[in-house]
């Protein structure tokens, strides 16, 4: 009998709840008591990181003699686990009518947890379809998300929260893409970039064509001064999106040496869904 109840209140949380999140977002930089209670039953405990989207890297990352790019990281996690479920649809791009993204590429679910997630939201898959998800992402020129999200368990109504991993394909349609400058800080900050990551900008090559001004940073780290592009690096989130939509090539996704090693310990961090 409880499969109905489960399915009922996901479905009521997709038709009311998601059509509030501006109004919730907002007040969490009104009230320092109203935000800590969104911050408890929304976001307790997140850890999500942004993986830049891979035709947006200038260079591969070399490591013990192999090459690999940054959603081979997503794809080293998909490999480790059992449980897979992909979404049937994009909720934001669906939700939004979104045209320049597709709207069948929704999330990945990892993890235990992600067995009870209902038929309605997402079906199982296999390693080998959740792989050739990442890639149709990669193609369409999404940026990924990884982490555990608890305003998902929250909105599915599936528990525990630390058996789930999601994997987000983001573009400027994505609810968080959207919400996230209504945010306090406070909540914001639980959305890392990956370490290593730096986004540059080439003055030489920057024709002002202002595309990379047209809500495509969900941070807004990107601005016009003095009558030349520039980037906020303190809250650049290096998601890749701005190098997707330059054509001349004056925004570059690099990575630092040191980001081996830091992707390899985060994503050790991230597995440990597997043992539970």
Request: hydrophobic content about 35%.
């Given at each position: 009998m409880r499969r109905p109840r489960f399915v009922d209140l996901s479905r009521f949380t997709l038709k009311y709840i998601f059509n509030w999140r501006f109004r919730i977002a907002e007040f969490t930089k009104k009230s320092e008591l109203y935000k800590k209670a969104v911050e408890k039953f929304l976001f307790e405990d997140d850890e999500i990181i942004v993986i830049p989207n891979?035709?947006?890297v200038n260079k591969k990352i070399e490591s013990e003699g192999s090459e690999f790019l940054?959603?081979?990281i997503i794809?080293?996690?998909?490999k480790r686990c059992d449980d897979i479920v992909i979404m049937n649809s994009c909720l934001c791009r669906t939700s939004n009518n979104c045209q320049d993204y597709p709207q069948d590429i929704g999330c990945i679910f990892l993890g235990p947890t992600s067995k009870r997630i209902p038929e309605h939201i997402g079906k199982k898959a296999s390693v080998e379809e959740a792989l050739e998800q990442v890639d149709r992402a990669d193609e369409a020129g999404l940026s990924h998300i990884i982490g555990r999200n608890k305003i998902d368990t929250v909105w599915m109504n599936v528990r525990?929260?630390?058996?789930?991993l999601t994997i987000c394909h983001c573009c400027p349609c994505c609810c968080l893409w959207k919400v996230y400058p209504n945010l306090d800080d406070d909540i914001t900050d639980k959305l890392e970039r990956l370490d290593g990551v730096t986004v540059s900008l080439s003055e030489e090559n920057c024709r002002m064509c202002k595309k990379c001004l047209d809500e495509v940073c969900m941070f807004n780290a990107i601005g016009l001064k003095d009558n030349k592009i520039t980037i906020d690096h303190d809250t650049c989130r290096g998601c890749g999106l701005c190098a997707n939509t330059c054509k001349f090539g004056a925004i570059n996704i690099d990575y630092t040496e040191e980001a081996v090693d830091n992707i390899v310990n985060r994503l050790?961090?991230?597995i440990e869904i597997k043992e539970l």
């Amino acid at each position: 009998m409880r499969r109905p109840r489960f399915v009922d209140l996901s479905r009521f949380t997709l038709k009311y709840i998601f059509n509030w999140r501006f109004r919730i977002a907002e007040f969490t930089k009104k009230s320092e008591l109203y935000k800590k209670a969104v911050e408890k039953f929304l976001f307790e405990d997140d850890e999500i990181i942004v993986i830049p989207n891979t035709i947006s890297v200038n260079k591969k990352i070399e490591s013990e003699g192999s090459e690999f790019l940054p959603t081979e990281i997503i794809k080293e996690v998909i490999k480790r686990c059992d449980d897979i479920v992909i979404m049937n649809s994009c909720l934001c791009r669906t939700s939004n009518n979104c045209q320049d993204y597709p709207q069948d590429i929704g999330c990945i679910f990892l993890g235990p947890t992600s067995k009870r997630i209902p038929e309605h939201i997402g079906k199982k898959a296999s390693v080998e379809e959740a792989l050739e998800q990442v890639d149709r992402a990669d193609e369409a020129g999404l940026s990924h998300i990884i982490g555990r999200n608890k305003i998902d368990t929250v909105w599915m109504n599936v528990r525990p929260g630390k058996g789930l991993l999601t994997i987000c394909h983001c573009c400027p349609c994505c609810c968080l893409w959207k919400v996230y400058p209504n945010l306090d800080d406070d909540i914001t900050d639980k959305l890392e970039r990956l370490d290593g990551v730096t986004v540059s900008l080439s003055e030489e090559n920057c024709r002002m064509c202002k595309k990379c001004l047209d809500e495509v940073c969900m941070f807004n780290a990107i601005g016009l001064k003095d009558n030349k592009i520039t980037i906020d690096h303190d809250t650049c989130r290096g998601c890749g999106l701005c190098a997707n939509t330059c054509k001349f090539g004056a925004i570059n996704i690099d990575y630092t040496e040191e980001a081996v090693d830091n992707i390899v310990n985060r994503l050790e961090d991230l597995i440990e869904i597997k043992e539970l």
